[in-house]
């Protein structure tokens, strides 16, 4: 440990970070090498760019097996049957724009995977650069390297999911609400970051308008108007678009009571698999809802009235079990920040070990620095953009559900905190 400290502490900031940048790199390309992609059709971002590119538009049908015989027809006919805002439009309009380019069979998907691996290689400077308002450059440096030891975020590269975007671009937003702190011109950039970020993943909705208004603190109405008008204007042509096709205002996606029925019902565990090891879907161990889909007539409000019965489901599950609900909710967020049980490839200790050690240096390098408010309260505008991001989706997982991605751009999200406890290690006495 010695040698390790005075090897780091001989290096420059720029040096270290730039190591981290090179090595996270490598290290996502290889790993996407060693677990090459042999089932494509389960995720979502794909089966909407290869509808879009093979002529079906950029939709797809309500991921379910239906038990009746015409609709499984249906369903097996035509990709597209129904308008479709299942999913955040940015990754699929990434991978759209891969397929054009390189086709929809295995050379675009490792197209858009290699691209990936770049994106993801961003990680460690943006790590640097919010954790350097927090604690000291080196010790920022030294934080981007945790972005090579959590193993879970490397792996993050190379599925077609997004979660190496979703992490990206959160950094990214932390960062630009940082900046407006210092410099209210910055406010566009924080507005149009939060934008394209909610086109990644809808529960940033919430998270980018709180962030936006949050100078609002500081009687800032000019800089909060024009975020929340830039983020706005982004988000607004796909909002547009869905509720021209759907008949209703669609925000961003179509689905968020099934999101949170998959974490409240009578299977759940808190994750996305139950504790027979199945993954909870709408299928055979829910067939009372495969029914209800089956009758729902198909339309351009499927979606919605599909969405609806989920609600009737998480209603009717609270009204009986509300205890269990709030112990479900408690369970779910401890689970976030520790470890998934119930997913199978988190037996791992590749998965256990980097995923413990980064939630112990995050969490306590929070807790350090809310000490530190006692005596510095100047440290708020660059403290507080970080603790709503993890306060906000530490309770919407506890809404919703676990998995290990999840968790994979929140640490990535919050890792700037790890500065704080690296900054308190590496000052003891040598």
Not at 57 to 81: I, K, Q, V
């Amino acid at each position: 440990m010695q040698s390790f400290r005075t090897v780091l502490a001989s290096r420059t900031p720029r040096s270290i970070v730039s190591f981290a940048v090179v090595i996270t790199l490598v290290v996502r390309l290889a790993l996407l090498l060693a677990s090459p992609m042999r089932e494509t059709t389960s995720y979502e971002q794909l089966i909407i760019a290869r509808n879009a590119v093979t002529g079906h538009g950029f939709d797809m049908r309500w991921p379910y097996p239906p038990a009746d015989p015409s609709r499984a027809a249906l369903w097996e006919a035509d990709p597209t049957p129904h308008p479709s805002a299942f999913m955040p439009p940015f990754v699929p309009a990434f991978y759209t724009a891969i397929f054009a380019v390189a086709g929809p069979g295995m050379t675009g998907v490792y197209l858009g995977l290699i691209i990936q691996c770049f994106v993801g290689a961003l990680i460690p400077w943006l790590v640097f650069s919010v954790a350097g308002r927090l604690a000291s450059q080196q010790a920022a440096a030294m934080a981007s390297l945790l972005t090579i030891i959590y193993v879970p975020g490397l792996l993050s590269s190379a599925t077609p999911s997004g979660a190496v975007w979703y992490a990206a671009a959160a950094l990214v937003v932390v960062n630009a609400a940082q900046l407006v702190y210092l410099d209210q011109a910055k406010a566009w950039q924080l507005g149009a970051a939060a934008g394209v970020l909610t086109l990644m993943r809808s529960e940033f909705l919430v998270v980018g308008i709180l962030l936006c208004i949050v100078p609002l603190l500081q009687r800032r109405w000019k800089t909060s108007l024009i975020a929340l008008s830039l983020m706005a204007s982004v988000i607004a042509p796909w909002t547009i678009r869905n509720t021209l096709l759907m008949g209703q205002p669609v925000a961003v996606i179509s689905h968020p009571w099934r999101e949170i029925w998959r974490g409240a019902n009578e299977r759940a565990s808190g994750s996305g698999y139950d504790a027979d090891g199945w993954m909870i879907w709408e299928g055979e161990r829910f067939p009372r809802i495969v029914q209800r889909l089956d009758s729902i007539a198909v339309g351009p409000t499927f979606e919605l009235e599909a969405d609806a019965v989920f609600r009737d489901e998480v209603m009717a599950y609270l009204a009986a079990a509300p205890g269990e609900w709030c112990m479900l909710g408690l369970k779910k967020m401890l689970m976030l920040w520790t470890i998934d049980p119930y997913y199978p490839k988190a037996q791992h200790a590749a998965y256990i070990i980097p995923t413990l050690i980064t939630s112990l240096l995050i969490v306590s390098g929070g807790l350090l620095l809310l000490i530190r408010l006692r005596e510095d309260r100047t440290i708020i505008p660059n403290l507080l953009p970080i603790v709503l991001v993890g306060i906000m989706l530490t309770l919407l997982f506890g809404l919703t559900y676990v998995q290990p991605r999840y968790q994979t751009y929140l640490f990535t999200a919050m890792m700037p905190l790890s500065a704080v406890m690296i900054e308190r290690l590496f000052q003891r006495p040598r």
